[in-house]
């Protein structure tokens, strides 16, 4: 009983950390709604995509990471701190007459090298 109950759990948390992805809101939020509506929230595509009877239109926006120290949890003679990272987020928007067909959310980071 106490195995079946745990089997259930975890396939309620599976379904739960799924429909709660930053993917899905991104679909939830932008499919079916008209490409105007892109404009509104993103400004400008950075490219657009011409596949025949679809376009993909691309936003891009791009973010610095300040470096900060990370918690250790206890007392550190040399404290641990994280690198200063550039990152990048794109969506991606498929239209097709007019409207939103699918999104997709792609993030990249970048490492900050300092020289001296």
């Known amino acids: 009983m106490k195995n079946y109950l745990n089997k259930i759990l975890l ?7 799924t429909s709660c992805s930053q993917q899905k809101k991104l679909t939830r939020t932008f499919k ?9 929230e993103f400004g400008k595509p950075k490219t657009i995509f011409d596949r025949g009877d679809e376009k993909v239109y691309v936003f891009e ?6 470096s900060t120290e990370i918690a250790q949890g ?3 003679l040399d404290p641990m701190i994280s690198p200063m990272v550039k990152k990048t987020k794109r ?11 699918n999104a997709k959310l792609e993030e990249a980071y970048e490492r900050k090298t ?3």
Do not use: D, Q, W
């Not at 396939?11 to 950390?17: E, K, N, R, S």
């Open 91 to 101: 969506h991606y928007f498929t239209i097709k007459n007019g409207i939103i067909v």
């Open 61 to 66: 926006k791009i973010e610095e990471l300040r």
């Open 32 to 40: 079916g709604k008209p490409s105007s509506v892109l404009e509104e």
């Open 74 to 76: 206890k007392l550190a």
């Open 114 to 116: 300092f020289s001296k």
């Open 11 to 17: 396939l309620l948390f599976v379904i739960f950390a």
